[in-house]
């Protein structure tokens, strides 16, 4: 099982950046491939960006069309956290952000609201 809990979520105003973080509470975090999804008001999950657990020199990371180029997603395997960064965000953007572990099974964080204004 592993847990995982999400900060720096907030509120922004279009073209600002947000960092977001999570945190695991597991010590098989780093062979855990991790992700990004998020959930807007009355829409479907989207799947974000995600990270492979692979070592550093051959680590790989992945995004939706929707924020490439402008996301950047990465992990500290040390300090068992992963990272979004968020720049140039648009209210489009406007959601709930979840952390996802995947090792088998997908565990979820409770999530962190990010708001864009216009």
């Known amino acids: 099982h592993v847990q995982l809990v999400e900060s720096g979520g907030g509120s922004v105003q279009a073209g600002e950046s947000l960092a977001l973080s999570c945190v695991a509470s597991s010590y098989i975090f780093d062979k855990c491939g991790m992700s990004w999804y998020r959930q807007a008001p009355g829409k479907e999950v989207e799947w974000v960006a995600g990270?492979?657990?692979?070592?550093?020199?051959?680590?790989?990371?992945s995004y939706a069309d929707s924020v490439k180029g402008r996301f950047t997603i990465s992990r500290d395997n040390a300090k068992d956290t992963l990272y979004l960064q968020m720049n140039s965000l648009k209210p489009e953007d406007t959601a709930m952000y979840y952390c996802?572990?995947?090792?088998?099974?997908?565990?979820y964080g409770q999530g962190t609201q990010v708001t864009v204004s216009k």
């Open positions: 996802a572990a995947e090792i088998g099974s997908r565990f």
């Open positions: 990270i492979t657990s692979l070592p550093s020199l051959f680590r790989a990371a």
